[in-house]
């Protein structure tokens, strides 16, 4: 029997074999694994041709940094104990985050950091002291945010995002070339303002990199509680954005990732998400107790993942690194942290009454009255002094 076009076309849909249709999400969705490039002992994995390994003596410097971060790191939470900081969130165990994202912009680049991101500050060069101006209790940030092109130190979680959109859609606006690379911890994913973001950026094509750095807790929150995705770089997907995840501890990964990102976002194809998977080794803050929501155990299992120990075997290998250098990087290192504790140790003149100032540009009747009665306890508190 002879099979007629006319009878193929009334087949039943049960005997047709419809085509696949293009999964539209394919070219956005991340590696089924995180990005990794050097094995946490930091013997090379082999080599991708879509995230080519930075040049050698950028990853000598990458090195560099991350020592010197580390160092700072350290010295700041000793000052923190000896009262000379208000409060100090550390990052020591993300340094190749910290260090490996402000090396994949520019100078030029604008940078949106979270308060854990004093590390990356002073890698992208700007003053340790000014860095942490803030966190001594001062009402300002320290440095200068247009002069270094980096906003503030961001408390809140996620509004950051929003500025970063924003920035990067005005710059875009005017031709300029720049690129806006918002820090954004695990926790600030479950924020409004991360979704509001990314969506602008989305949509008007904002040449943003939004970086989150998914060191497991939100404070005592672990990852778990806060999605059910199999990991956040997947949220990039809803609002039409690539997205890529990386071994967060993997330093040379962690460059590569990050300057493809800006690559993409710099060529006019929109925002790139990024979630580097790391671990904060001490706890949230100076204030918090972290043996009460993990246990000694995981700690360890992360330290064996040392960003630092891993780039410097692997340079060491590459015949790039030798005992003399990393002696030489140690020194600079504690040269560094001396020269932070001495002028940390300058008791800066605080006048109480410019608690008011900046509130308001025209401050208001119950500003003034309540600077006024400040200035009386002031003037009464010295009268006592001279009567005694």
Known sequence: MTTTPQAVRRASPRTRRAATPPDPARPLLPDAEPVRLLDKSGTPLPARTDYPEPPVEVLRELYRRMVLGRRFDIQATALTKQGRLAVYPSSRG???????AVLAV??????????RESMALVARGIDPVEVLTLLRGDWHCGYDPTEVRTA??????????????????GEAYQGRDTVALAFIGDGATSEGDFHEGINFAAVFKAPVVYFVQNNRYAISVPLSRQTAAPSLAYKGVGYGVPSEQVDGNDPVAVLAVL??????????NGPFLVEAHTYRMEPHTNADDATRYRDGAEVDAWRDRDPI????????????????AVAEVAEQAEAYA??????????PTVDPLS??????????PQLIEQREQVRAELAAARDEEGDA
């Open 94 to 100: 993300q340094e190749a985050c910290q260090v490996g």
């Open 106 to 115: 520019r100078d030029t680049d604008w940078v949106f950091p979270t308060y």
């Open 152 to 169: 503030p130190q961001c408390t809140p979680l996620a509004t950051q995002c929003v500025h970063a959109a924003g920035l990067a859609h």
């Open 259 to 268: 300057t493809r990102a800006v690559a993409h976002a710099r060529a006019g």
């Open 309 to 324: 120990a891993r780039l410097e075997t692997y340079l060491r290998a590459r015949g790039v690194l030798d005992d003399a």
């Open 338 to 347: 001396a020269d932070l504790r001495t002028r940390m140790n300058d008791q």
């Open 355 to 364: 608690l008011f100032d900046h509130v308001y540009a025209q401050p208001t």
